[in-house]
């Protein structure tokens, strides 16, 4: 099963409108991370937020962990045509020796001029 | 010039014949992965390496094989590639204490 599960799959906006991506997993983690992914593109580093924070923000980015619902949430304000993209968040479980960074399915984002 | 790169960007080969997949990367990280992406599934880790002589499994090591050369190298092996391992490729890196990965540009393998 996913540790990490975005919600919605997709979504549809008008440019200047906010987006809101939503991510939930399952067991405690280390941080949590976005990525953005251009079509058929490597991933790009939005954000990484620890688990000991609650809120991050970078530029029109804003993002929120809240470990007691085991979730995270994506805001990207004002948006425009070219944030449209996959969103993926990737929650980072290490334990001893052991070391897992969890993709989740993404969220695809379109915003129409 | 791009801090990670993958050679080739795009393979076809079939079935039974082994590939190498190469990733090479100037940012000076010690951690090296190895991702396979298929479509509606997100990424999955396959191989991970911490540095020259850390070599670790992931979630989907079947099947696979990796070799770290050098700090900056880190190549993917298919001994005998299958259709199902028909997927876009992707090597990363990252450095200890930021957690961060920075990916490369992705290979996109087909398996006939």
């Known amino acids: 099963s996913q540790q990490g599960e975005e919600d919605p799959q997709a979504l549809s906006i008008q440019e200047g409108e906010n987006a809101t991506m939503n991510c939930s997993y399952k067991t405690s983690i280390n941080n949590l991370q976005w990525y953005r992914q251009n079509s058929g593109r490597g991933l790009v580093h939005l954000i990484l937020i620890r688990s000991n924070e609650r809120e991050k923000h970078s530029g029109r980015l804003r993002v929120t962990l809240d470990t007691s619902k085991k979730s995270s949430s994506l805001l990207i304000t004002a948006s425009r045509a070219a944030d449209t993209a996959s969103y993926f968040c990737?929650?980072?479980?290490?334990?001893?020796?052991?070391?897992?960074?969890?993709f989740g399915k993404g969220t695809l984002l379109t915003v129409n001029p | 010039d791009a801090d990670v790169t993958q050679t080739p960007r795009n393979r076809i080969t079939k079935t039974g014949k082994r590939i190498m997949l190469e990733c090479s990367q100037t940012?000076?990280?010690?951690?090296m992965y190895w991702y396979r992406q298929d479509p509606g599934l997100g990424l999955q880790l396959i191989y991970y390496s911490f540095d020259v002589k850390d070599i670790n499994k992931g979630e989907i090591s079947d099947g696979y094989s990796v070799s770290r050369q050098a700090q900056a190298k880190f190549s993917l092996s298919l001994e005998s590639a299958i259709p199902n391992q028909t997927a876009l490729y992707f090597c990363a890196t990252s450095e200890h204490r930021t957690d961060t990965q920075y990916f490369g540009p992705g290979t996109r393998l087909t398996v006939l």
């Open positions: 940012k000076g990280h010690d951690r």
């Open positions: 990737a929650t980072e479980i290490v334990g001893g020796s052991n070391y897992k960074l969890t």
